[in-house]
């Protein structure tokens, strides 16, 4: 006896489809202000040379520790002369701080996407194995605890010692910290959805193990990682200001936010400006990064929303 | 049961609860009528999404806030309109005069809280009794509800009592100030059926006691035979029919009603010719499975969820699972599926042992079971169209993609559904017909033995009959030996040639389905004879 499927017509489905997800992600705010700020961070580093600005690591020793908006008579390469204006003054070697704290945004977006980026694609690929293969589980947690363990700023400080100072040591630096973060993360995601039936229904169809986690479970943990992406990027970020802020991340010929606060630091008092300056352009870059982050984890990962 | 003309307690006249903008109805209750007199249960009965428990929600003023509201109609509680107070009023007398106990015991409690002062709280807010008259109230209310040991229970957290001993919990919180009204949200849906009986006794008890007037929740018709006074029967957010438990049950006037009532599983076996020497398909051979809870520097603590279990199927047979919640069935299941690895006994399926094999060796005997589960849900991936789960399994084992979308266009039309129907994804479909994707899923593999783990448990009724009807056509249809794990002695009845009772790990009784039913032999089966809901009343036998 078997069933008329004229009779299932009738069945309601069970749920009406939703509007799209860009649809639903243009309408927060939050997303919006915070991909604003990040998209022209993103065109001032790229267009840095154009937006009348000179060699930021241009060093003028008669011309130190100016206000903002001072102008100078300077020669071009080709010996005319023309008014250059500091708009952001210079520091105590005579740079152009506009000019450096525009070049910086480079340095500190270039880290903050990187890092993020890497962390997660090492995290990811060990978080899926520690989650799926029991054995692996214990030792790579362990090991995870144990670089928790270690505050991270001092960890990117040993790090950055044992290379040569420059972006790249920074990155490795930045990372080392944050992938146990992300493993741990996409551990747990992987942890729960291995019980979902769907996966274990896939197990009797004798799916192989790598197609089952590329298939089944990776996917589950995208929405979480867009979201631990952004606050990731946010992290690197500051984390790269603090240690060029210390001296000990990237030299000081290379301008990066951490680096301009750093040579401002001993003036602070009497030309505010050297440190006003960046700081606003870092405050300003992680709070857009962070503010994208809640609003992209309140529409993706409703779960992780209530967790936090 | 005649009943004193007495002013009812509450009186719900032509309520109208509004959908917010969007949904699939403009209303999620319409023009719903009916009275509760005093002392007297009264059932909502009803499918998902028929509205009854929108209409509870409604006389206790819990409708969530700017998504439903009442429109229209009156919930007059002795002649006061509730839907007139104010959310201050209704504060008053929520706890007072209306009380409510709700479906899920573990979450309706407050874990860390202990729970004479759970009881307490609702004293404390609406009485100034001193703390020594609170205490001997909560005593009293908890000795009525036959808690054993008030004097010790009054002061333990929540994780400490059984699911049952919870829900009296509630029940006495909801009863201490003997309120007028008793609403019961599905009070005994998720509790085992046991339990479910001693409850259904509680609440019997203490309404003929109180003189309270019940208002209980339900989709379970049993549940309906053996307490109700009166019944509601509500389909789409309108009352179809109400009238005495007799007269419904007996005479229903309405087509849906009859549809409902019909479609509950008879307690008694139908016939079945008795299954020839067919060559066994599966044998367990005591087959454990034992769970270690590690600690660091505890001591290890043994946990053994399935002892010694010998069970046989035979081609074209189905064997029925019969247990409560942590009864080991579910372990039995996912051992025998493989998703899990048994610590001792044997797993032959057609003679290979294969309890002990590891997942590479594992593979080509992974086609011949198949598993259906509970949850509709949750069983299909959510990224992956229908297609791509149904085909998945036999390209897994070597099948060109073209081959295996025909084969899955054929099973679509197999189990009832549009073979067009393969390109959409999972939450278009309701939940009978995921199910169904379920069972084409599982046939693609062209199994030996179809493992069902309570396969119609999360669905409705009406539902129901046809998943199991399905079930049932394809293991005549392919000769299939099916595991049919079950917690529903009604559906046991239906489906199965022979039962197996499970009890704490092991297997008390087994036999044919209708010997099991007859006469059972074990203490542990008659006591879970004894429990199922309307177990004296024959469903769907109409008078004219």
């Known amino acids: ?308 | 049961m005649g009943w004193p003309v007495t002013a009812p307690v509450l009186d719900v006249q032509g309520l109208t609860v509004r959908l917010p903008a969007g949904a699939d109805r403009v209303h999620a209750v319409e023009n719903v009528s009916f009275a509760v007199a005093p002392g007297e249960i009264v059932c909502v009965v009803g499918e998902s999404g028929s509205g009854k428990s929108v209409t509870a929600h409604a006389v206790m003023g819990l409708l969530p806030p700017g998504q439903l509201t009442a429109t229209a109609g009156r919930v007059l509680l002795e002649g006061d309109d509730l839907l007139r107070k104010s959310p201050t009023e209704m504060r008053r007398i929520r706890g007072d005069r209306i009380s409510m106990i709700f479906q899920e015991p573990m979450t309706a409690l407050n874990p860390v809280m202990k729970v004479g002062d759970q009881i307490a709280e609702v004293l404390d807010i609406h009485t100034r009794l001193s703390e020594r008259e609170r205490r001997a109230r909560v005593l009293d209310v908890m000795t009525s509800v036959h808690l054993p040991e008030p004097e010790r229970l009054i002061d333990v957290y929540p994780h400490q009592l059984s699911g049952g001993q919870r829900q009296r919990i509630m029940i006495a919180a909801a009863l201490v100030l003997d309120p007028v009204l008793l609403i019961a949200d599905e009070p005994t849906t998720a509790l085992d059926v046991t339990t479910q009986a001693q409850i259904l006794k509680l609440i019997k008890e203490l309404r003929a006691r109180r003189n309270t007037g019940v208002l209980f929740i339900t989709h379970d018709f049993g549940v309906v035979a053996e307490v109700a006074h009166r019944v509601v029967v509500m389909q789409h957010g309108r009352v179809v029919e109400q009238g005495r438990t007799e007269d419904v049950l007996r005479r229903p006037r309405d087509d849906y009603t009859r549809m409902l009532i019909r479609a509950v599983p008879s307690l008694s076996p139908p016939p079945r010719a008795p299954a020839a020497a067919a060559p066994i398909v599966l044998q367990t051979t005591d087959l454990s499975k034992t769970y270690l809870a590690r600690g660091f520097f505890a001591k290890r603590r043994e946990v053994k969820a399935v002892k010694d279990v010998n069970l046989q199927v035979r081609r074209g047979e189905t064997l029925g699972v019969v247990g409560e919640s942590g009864s080991g069935k579910s372990t039995v299941a996912r051992c025998i599926a493989r998703l899990i690895e048994p610590t001792g006994g044997a797993i032959l399926i057609e003679g290979a042992d294969v309890a002990r094999l590891g997942a590479r060796a594992l593979r080509p005997h992974r086609k011949r079971v198949q598993i259906v589960f509970q949850d509709p849900y949750r069983s299909l991936n959510p990224r992956r169209t229908v297609g791509a789960a149904i085909t998945e399994g036999p390209m897994n084992f070597g099948m060109a993609e073209s081959e295996a979308a025909t084969r899955a266009r054929n099973l679509m039309r197999l189990v009832g559904l549009d073979p067009d129907a393969l390109a959409r994804f999972p939450h278009q479909f309701s939940g009978g017909q995921r199910q169904r994707i379920c069972i084409a899923r599982a046939l693609a593999m062209e199994p030996e033995l179809l493992v069902a783990d309570e396969p119609v448990s999360a669905l409705d009724v009406s539902v129901q009959a046809q998943v199991l009807e399905l079930i049932d056509d394809v293991r005549k249809r392919f000769n299939l030996a099916v595991l049919f794990i079950t917690h529903d002695l009604r559906v046991a009845a239906q489906v199965c040639d022979r039962i197996a009772v499970m009890h704490k790990g092991e297997v008390v009784e087994e036999g044919t389905t209708a010997a099991v039913f007859a006469a059972p032999k074990h203490a542990y089966t008659r006591a879970l004879f004894d429990s199922a809901p309307g177990r004296h009343f024959e469903f769907g036998k109409f008078e004219v």
């Open chain 1, 1 to 308: 006896m078997s069933v008329e499927p004229a009779l299932l017509a009738g069945e309601p489905a069970a749920r009406p489809p939703k509007p799209g997800l860009p649809g639903r992600l243009a309408r927060d705010g939050g997303i919006i202000f915070g991909a604003l700020i990040i998209l022209f961070m993103i065109v001032i580093g790229i267009t840095a040379p154009w937006l009348g600005t000179k060699n930021p690591s241009e060093i003028n020793p008669s011309f130190r520790n100016r206000v903002p908006g001072i102008e100078q008579t300077i020669r071009n390469d080709d010996g005319t002369a023309r008014t250059f204006t500091y708009r952001m003054g210079t520091d105590s070697l005579g740079r152009d701080i506009y000019s450096r704290v525009i070049y910086g945004a480079r340095v500190s977006l270039i880290i903050g996407i990187t890092v993020a980026v890497i962390s997660i694609a090492i995290g990811l690929f060990i978080g899926l194995i520690a989650g799926y293969l029991r054995w692996v589980d214990a030792v790579v947690m362990r090991l995870m605890d144990g670089l928790m363990a270690i505050p991270a700023i001092l960890l990117a400080i040993a790090l950055v010692s044992l290379f040569r100072a420059g972006v790249m040591s920074v990155i490795v630096a930045i990372i080392v910290p944050e992938v146990p973060r992300v493993v741990r993360l996409v551990r747990s995601i992987v942890l729960s959805v291995r019980e979902e039936p769907y996966v274990e229904a896939a197990i009797c169809a004798g799916t192989p193990t790598h197609l089952l986690l590329f298939r089944h479970v990776l996917p589950n943990t995208i929405p979480a990682l867009i979201v631990q992406g952004t606050f990731i990027c946010a992290n690197a970020i500051l984390l790269e200001a603090i240690l060029s802020f210390l001296g000990i991340g990237i030299p000081p010929e290379t301008p990066t936010w951490g680096n301009i606060m750093a040579e401002g630091r001993g003036l602070f008092r009497i030309y505010p400006h050297n440190i006003f300056f960046p700081g606003i352009c870092l405050a300003l870059t992680v709070l857009a990064v962070n503010v994208l982050g809640d609003g992209l984890r309140d529409k993706l990962d409703p779960k992780l929303a209530r967790r936090v």
